[in-house]
């Protein structure tokens, strides 16, 4: 209860609670559920007898994959990064989903990635062309700016109309090739490192980069990957236990009908 407690502790601006204010939030909880505080203990005790229940009957009987297994299932992953489509071959939609999905997860662990900074000079895409030729000229001279000294930072702060990256100093992070336009996809990965761009124009405006550092893509190491592939796959087979043992309940299950007909 007390753990449960915890989650009204601060309000809706995530400010500190006292405890009358915090019981006081918990209580409105249970009016909007409209629920004693008897009856929610009682849905804890179920929740907890439920959890019990999964844990001792199937978490039990869930099989631990073998070390042939996850060598298999490295495989298909390292042939589905390399964009192999003969690996999804006899999938059904579920499992071709799967792994198309830890694919890309392990395709951007893996690629080479850049940290960039960028400043944006935005205009509406459909905008005049004297509009567009304002903020080129705006944007050259903001690269002058830094070609003599100035700070990146403080001038994404002070130019950029991409607020959000602005704040802190234009920093988009790290990106793999793809997950940006085009324009700046290529840019970016062609940049050397601590030098601006030119302007480069986009649906959304001008943008200054600079790219802050680099990382060489990766060789996908079944080493390196070994444990997180057989909690996967462990998590694949809880699931297939977990929907076998639910079945049986349903099929097993006695329905009983207490509506009387033609009253």
């Known amino acids: 209860m007390a753990e449960i407690k ?29 629920l004693t505080m008897e009856q929610f203990r009682d849905r804890i005790k179920k929740q907890l007898m ?28 390292k042939a ?12 059904d939609e579920e499992a071709a989903q799967d792994l198309t999905a830890v694919a890309q997860r392990f395709r951007e662990f893996t ?34 700016e830094l070609e003599t000294g100035a700070d990146f ?15 802190k100093g234009g920093d988009l992070g790290y990106v793999i090739k793809g997950m940006l336009p085009k324009e700046l996809d ?11 761009s030119k302007p480069v124009p986009t649906q959304f405006g001008y943008h200054l980069l600079r790219v802050d550092e680099r990382r060489i893509a990766q060789k996908l190491k079944y080493e390196t990957v070994k444990d997180d592939l057989e909690q996967l796959l462990t998590q694949s087979n809880f699931g297939r236990e977990l929907a076998s043992y639910l079945k ?5 299950a006695k329905i009983e009908n207490f509506i009387s007909v033609g009253k």
């Open 111 to 144: 690629a080479e990635r850049v940290r960039i900074r960028h400043i944006l000079f935005k205009y509406d895409e459909n905008a005049p062309l004297t509009e567009k030729s304002a903020m080129l000229k705006k944007a050259e001279g903001v690269k002058k």
């Open 186 to 196: 290529d840019k970016a990965f062609a940049l050397p490192l601590g030098e601006i």
């Open 153 to 167: 930072e403080d001038a994404a702060v002070k130019y950029s109309d991409d607020k959000e990256s602005a704040q």
């Open 6 to 34: 915890k989650n009204f502790t601060r309000d809706e601006n995530n400010a500190p609670l006292s405890g009358p204010a915090a019981d006081a939030a918990f209580s409105a909880e249970l009016r909007k559920e409209d």
């Open 50 to 77: 439920v959890r019990k229940l999964i844990e001792e009957n199937i978490r039990a009987k869930t099989a631990l994959p073998k070390e042939e297994e996850i060598k298999s299932y490295f495989d298909k992953i």
């Open 80 to 91: 589905a990064v390399g964009g192999d489509k003969a690996v999804f071959a006899g999938l």
């Open 248 to 252: 049986d309940l349903r099929k097993d």
